[in-house]
């Protein structure tokens, strides 16, 4: 069974489902309820039989400071996907996309350009899935996460790829791009 | 703070705070003195108490800056100076820290004379509001909010501000009760005119007024507010209303409206309106828009499934007439139909629901579905071709599992056995070469476990002639059984040990494609066949488990962590399995392979954590062969993080309540709230501080406790107290478990180590643990502090009253000695000679009873869990007893030698005794090699020799020797701990 409902702040005790698997990282509290505080409707859980947490999506709408509008790493007003995440139990069942999709809704609803999210190298399976959900790589932005999955153990991290999807208002796909892994940026020039 | 933080108001002012950064308070003082003199401000009067407050003056000097503070209260007019509002605030939390309440009565007023003196700065009453909230004083806080709305009548938020500020002091239980409910009860008719004002504005097509509902965050204060102090039917009738209800423009979209909504008209049995919404948003969840794009999908959520369904259930069943019903399930089904169409363009989830919805629909299962017996056969054929079509579409995914066992369970026993053996016909016979397919043979075992073990089980412990030990026939293989049969499940554990054997050989190829982060798809059939094994181990006649069958669940989970590292739910049987075995240092190493932090720390310590002083509470010098490098957390270490954790997640919690105000977010500031209470009152937070003392004791015995050494300044107060609210945050649902969705949980199984933690329990281990601080560290009790503790005691349910049921044997002899010595100490505050005696008796008989216990315990190993509490408790009580004679001997009061003090010394000597021969057998030898035969089996049964094969084949040589030779490390590792047993 699949459904929706917005996260809770005492879906804190029982994420466990979904923050014990190690490619999701448990955060502080301030974190989280940040978020509550202030993007509550874009925080969604995705709830299993008895209420058993089977994956949340946790995104906020923003855009880059104004004093940035003229650096070419400037983002306008988007939806930005945080954490997507699904319990290990609950996969193959197309959660992310539902997810995802109703976060593409708060999107269009907001009149956001698009929406991005930041996915390690090494993540071959979310870059597939986010392939397949119409998103692509926009940059690649080097050393992003500091812990190493990918098995290379670089002392300078893991690199991750920017990928977006655009929304109703990028009708021409200004931002988006083909090749973007071939374009590199250096973690402090994102946001 | 320093001179950065502070503005300098005069260059006058410079040589004061130089000196206080180079903490020369003595000229600090004469500096600012000498600046009062000739002109005297607030702000000087306020940086002198400050100085004071930093100064490491004798205990009348902060005394004194109390005094001056709080007189400042009642000071006319007003103190008014921002900075030295802040000036004084520091120096009462240096003089007076973590002392909330009184906090909020000086400084709390102070700030609140100050919104009131200059209503009209909304800035600094901002500033304020924002610090009563940090330190949690809602009374001040709600106070400075209804100034700010009185001062700014036309701003929107400060309404909200002060009805939500309102409401979180009605859910803080620090206040009255009296108190709580007026507060609820104002905030109630507050929110109610600003609903009254929406309604009112939009019926007569004007634009909402200031005191009106304006966003969805205001929605959802007003129904958590309607809830507690309302009714269903104002709810509905909010729901329904056109200006506020779920389509509202104000809700935007809300989902938790329509949420709320099903699950009212549910409560309040409207079917009629139910159906008519449910069927209305099933429809617009396939219906495109205009740009051809489903963007209702999410319409098709499960509960709006469930609303349809059971609206339809009930009004076939009641308020429709015959001839009505064969349409409206014609209804359902076309519904079903049209959402499954595949030209539908419905995403797979919500497929997947129209599909539940469909076999629950057809086997009447959706709640009280239960009463519509399946008896023709053609139905039964249905219902079973339902199952198998569903397994056959979404077997690939483990939740298929979850999702058909209730379907199962209301299904007559002859259903089961025909479902059973066309689940076993479908079973590919060949090997199976990809992730999905091992899914779906996974998730066949799974079903049969179901039917033959799982539900037979919980039809036979719901029996009323049901007794836990009284032998049975087992209506599957019709051999006798206890709580189990041990037939079936060691049958199961032998086909599924082969199905994984399987699954893993003959499929290298799924194993390679994995990433490291990923967990092998035939886990589950490992961890079934352990759980088939530990249930065997537990049905065994003693009060011990059948070791042999754990150990082989032990090995059999280590071999699939290997395999599969990122599998959590194999680590948490594993912490389990190896504290029952007495290897700590592997059940510590399994713990923190789960890599746990920041509030996991709560929600899983219970795994291991609440009672590490029983099992290990000393340093752990054994190391797994193939830990990572970095340290291995000593037991003390990980309670201190766990204690700074909570201090610190209080601080992120109540920052976090303001930002929610500034963000307009009220019903995530309850929510936050609510949290916040649960997790200051949660069983672990009280746990760590009685482990803390119970290790310590042990390890330090000659250090002095004190409460704040223990953490109980981190405690909610009166936490002995069974009338104190705690919360239980133990997370028991992140363990596996494939149980029918109507018996307990597999991980309460484990009982039999440690029972599952009780609120009963914890009040009376933190009772226990208090009093046990209060006679070893002789630290000077007063008689009311005494007198708190009996009314505690005498406040928790006894025996009768169900108390003991979660308490392990030493755990209920040490709470019945400590009661006996709360009143023994009473009694003697009271000058009563007799008090040396009065309780003697009941003492005596206690230790009498430990002593024997502990003389039980074999010497062989392995000592389990519950020998090494009944050894490290023993211990520990046989100590209180002796200071408390030491107490009684300090009194002078010339009485003859009590008998428990011969008992505690008996009781210490017969730990001392024990743990030597235990220590002894270790040292003998040969230990890995008894594992390694255990692990080959001693064919004391067909079905158990022929698992002992099936693991024989799974696991090789190597592994298990390596494995042994852990096991035999983490035990010797183990009784390092009766190292600090010493002789009275």
């Known amino acids: 069974m699949t459904s929706l409902r917005p996260f809770h702040a005492m879906d804190v005790f029982k994420f466990n489902p979904t923050n014990l698997d190690p490619l999701t990282e448990t955060y502080d509290l301030n974190f989280y309820y940040s978020y509550l505080a202030r993007w509550p409707h874009l925080f969604t859980v995705a709830e299993g039989p008895d209420g058993a947490m089977d994956g949340y999506l946790m995104a906020k709408l923003e855009a880059s400071p104004p004093q940035a509008q003229f650096s070419p790493h400037y983002l306008p007003f988007h939806a930005h996907i945080t954490a997507l995440t699904v319990a290990p139990h609950a996969r193959r069942l197309g959660l992310a996309r539902t997810l995802s999709q109703s976060l593409e809704t708060a999107g269009d609803e907001y009149d956001a350009w698009f929406i991005d999210l930041f996915v390690r190298k090494s993540n071959k399976v979310a870059q597939s899935l986010y392939n397949g959900l119409g998103y692509s790589v926009f940059r690649k932005v080097l050393g992003y996460y500091v812990d190493d999955f990918s098995g290379e153990d670089s002392e300078d991290g893991e690199d991750a790829y920017d990928m977006r999807k655009p929304l109703r208002r990028d009708m021409e796909g200004k931002h988006v791009r083909k090749n973007g892994e071939s374009f590199e940026v250096e973690p402090q020039d994102v946001w | ?984």
């Open chain 2, 1 to 984: 703070m320093s001179v950065q933080d502070f503005p300098i108001r005069d260059q006058q002012d410079v040589p004061i705070w130089s000196a206080i950064e180079v903490k020369n308070y003595k000229q600090a003082i004469k500096a600012v003195d000498k600046r009062i003199k000739k002109k005297s401000s607030e702000y000087l009067e306020a940086l002198k108490i400050y100085i004071q407050s930093r100064d490491f003056a004798p205990a009348t000097e902060k005394g004194h800056v109390v005094v001056y503070i709080e007189k400042l209260r009642s000071r006319a007019p007003a103190f008014t100076d921002y900075d030295a509002i802040e000036l004084l605030d520091e120096a009462f939390d240096a003089v007076m820290p973590n002392s909330p309440d009184e906090w909020a009565n000086v400084i709390g007023d102070l700030r609140l004379q100050r919104v009131l003196a200059k209503p009209k700065e909304d800035e600094v009453s901002k500033q304020f509001f924002r610090v009563c909230i940090y330190k949690g004083d809602l009374d001040h806080a709600e106070k400075i909010a209804t100034a700010l709305q009185k001062a700014y009548p036309d701003k929107h938020a400060y309404h909200f501000w002060s009805i939500a500020t309102k409401y979180l002091y009605s859910l803080n239980l620090k206040y009255s009760e009296e108190d709580r409910t007026r507060w609820g009860r104002l905030a109630f008719a507050f929110i109610g005119k600003m609903a009254a004002n929406t309604q009112k504005a939009s019926s007569e097509g004007k634009l909402l007024p200031v005191r009106s509902i304006h966003t969805p965050q205001e929605l959802l204060l007003l129904h958590a507010i309607t809830e507690k102090y309302g009714s269903v039917e104002n709810r509905l009738q909010y729901l329904e209303d056109p200006s506020l209800g779920a389509e509202s423009k104000v809700a935007k979209g809300e989902w938790q409206l329509w949420r709320w909504k099903m699950e009212l008209l549910t409560s309040s049995r409207q079917w009629k309106v139910l159906c008519e919404t449910s069927r209305s948003l099933l429809g617009r969840a396939r219906t495109k828009d205009n740009a051809g794009k489903l963007s209702e999908a999410r319409y098709s959520d499960w509960v709006v499934w469930e609303g349809f369904m059971r609206s339809v259930k009930e009004l076939s069943q009641d308020s429709i007439s015959s001839d009505e019903i064969g349409p409206l399930r014609r209804v359902f089904y076309k519904e079903v139909a049209a959402h499954l169409d595949p030209s539908s363009g419905i995403d797979k989830s919500w497929r997947r629901n129209a599909s539940l919805a469909k076999l629950r629909f057809s086997t009447g299962d959706v709640s009280s579905f239960v009463d519509l017996a399946i008896t023709a056969q053609s139905e039964v054929d249905d219902t079973i071709s339902g199952i198998l079509q569903y397994l056959e579409a979404y077997g690939d995914a483990t939740t298929a599992y979850g999702d058909l066992r209730p379907t199962i369970e209301a299904l007559s026993r002859s259903q089961r056995a025909a479902l059973l053996s066309k689940v076993i016909d479908s079973r590919a016979p060949a090997k199976v070469n990809k992730s999905t397919a091992i899914t779906k043979l996974v998730n066949s075992y799974k079903l049969s476990y179901l039917i033959t073990s799982a539900i037979p089980e919980h039809e036979s412990h719901t029996l009323p002639t049901y007794q836990p030990h009284q032998e049975v026939t087992c209506d599957i293989c019709s051999k006798p059984m206890a709580a189990f049969c041990t037939c079936c499940l060691m049958e199961l554990a032998q086909a599924m040990t082969k199905a994984y054997t399987a699954a893993i050989k003959d499929n290298p190829d799924v194993a390679k494609e994995l990433l490291t982060t990923d967990r092998h798809p035939a886990d589950d059939l490992a961890i079934l066949s352990a759980m088939c094994l530990i249930k065997a181990a537990v049905a065994s006649d003693g009060p011990r488990p059948k070791i042999p069958q754990i150990v082989l669940a032990t090995i059999l989970l280590e071999y699939a962590w290997s395999l599969s590292k990122s599998n959590f739910q194999i680590l948490l049987l594993l912490i389990k399995l190896y504290s029952c075995l007495g290897c700590a240092s592997l059940a510590i190493a399994a713990y923190q392979r789960l890599k746990s932090k920041q509030i996991q720390k709560d929600t899983l310590s219970f795994t291991l954590f609440h009672r590490i002083s029983d099992l290990h509470p000393h340093h752990f010098a054994h190391r797994p062969q193939d830990y990572p490098s970095g340290k291995m957390m000593e037991p003390m270490e990980n309670i201190v993080e766990q204690q700074r954790y909570y201090k610190k997640a209080n601080k992120e919690m109540t920052k976090n309540i303001y930002g929610c105000f500034q963000e307009g977010s009220y019903n995530s500031a309850v929510q936050i709230t609510e949290a916040y209470s649960i997790l200051n009152r949660s069983f672990a937070s009280i746990f760590s501080v009685v482990e803390s003392g119970r290790i310590l004791r042990l390890l330090l015995p000659s250090k002095t406790l004190t409460p704040v050494i223990c953490g109980y300044d981190g405690l909610t107060p009166n936490a002995e107290f069974h009338s104190t609210t705690i919360s239980d945050t133990n997370d028991y649902d992140v363990f596996p478990n494939f149980e029918s969705t109507r018996s307990p949980r597999f991980v309460s199984l484990f009982d039999f180590l440690v029972p599952e933690t009780s609120k009963f329990q914890v009040h009376a281990s933190l009772l226990s643990e208090k009093l046990a601080m209060l006679i070893t560290s002789e630290y000077v009790s007063t008689a009311q502090e005494i007198g708190s503790l009996i009314a505690a005691f005498e406040q928790l349910p006894k025996e009768n009253e169900g108390g003991f049921k979660n308490m392990s044997f030493s755990e209920r002899i040490t709470f019945e000695c400590s009661e006996a010595m709360a009143y023994t100490i009473s009694d003697l505050d009271a000058q009563s000679k007799t008090a040396v005696y009065s309780y003697g008796s009941r003492l005596c008989e206690k230790l009498q009873q430990m002593i024997e216990a502990i003389t039980t315990i074999g010497e062989a190993p392995p000592t389990c869990q519950p020998d090494l509490q009944l050894l490290y408790m023993g211990y520990d009580l046989g100590n209180v007893i002796l200071k408390l004679v030491r107490y009684i001997n300090s009194r002078n009061l010339k009485t003859k030698k009590p008998e428990y003090e011969e008992l505690a010394t008996q009781l210490i000597q017969a730990v001392m005794k024990k743990s030597t021969a235990i220590k002894k057998k270790l040292d003998e030898g040969g230990l890995i090699d008894w594992i390694v035969d255990s692990l080959a089996g001693s064919a004391e049964s067909t079905e158990s020799q022929a698992l002992n094969n099936a693991i024989g084949d799974l696991i090789d040589d190597n592994f298990r020797e390596i494995w042994a030779g852990e096991v035999v490390e983490s035990w010797k590792d183990s009784v390092e701990g009766f190292s600090y047993f010493k002789s009275p």
